[in-house]
């Protein structure tokens, strides 16, 4: 089976900058879109940023705009998050997500339902 695996988070001071990285871990398949999610405590889950590889094409959330970057390798299966500039209000767990399905509308992976694969989560707290 699949098995996404989110590493890179941890703790940091407002302001810091942290790398997540989401690979397979499981049986090889094919992904149209990667994303990243996150839930604060009490909260439910957001979307923060995601990239369909056709086109290279990526959304944020407005929030993180201008501080957080989505990359990747198709071929891999591997995205990565890279956070700068953080706040105490982007403290959460982030988990990624993998979508086999290909969307017209890049900007439906956005929307947790496209997404057939997740992974754990891992951790994400900035002190201010």
């Known amino acids: 089976q699949v098995q996404l695996v989110e590493s890179g988070g941890g703790l940091v001071q407002s302001g810091g900058s942290l790398s997540l990285s989401c690979g397979n871990s499981?049986?090889?398949?094919?992904?149209?879109?990667m994303g990243w999610f996150r839930q604060a405590p009490g909260q439910d889950r957001e979307f923060v940023a995601s990239?369909?590889?056709?086109?290279?094409?990526?959304y944020y959330r407005d929030s993180v705009k201008g501080r957080y970057t989505i990359s990747g390798n198709n071929a891999k299966n591997t995205v990565y998050l890279q956070m700068d500039n953080l706040k105490p209000e982007d403290t959460a767990v982030y988990y990624c997500a993998a979508a086999a399905g290909f969307y017209t509308s890049s900007g439906a992976y956005r929307h947790p339902d496209v997404y057939n694969y997740w992974g754990q989560g891992t951790q994400v707290t900035v002190s201010s």
């Open positions: 499981g049986r090889t398949f094919s992904s149209a879109g």
């Open positions: 990239i369909r590889w056709s086109g290279g094409i990526t």
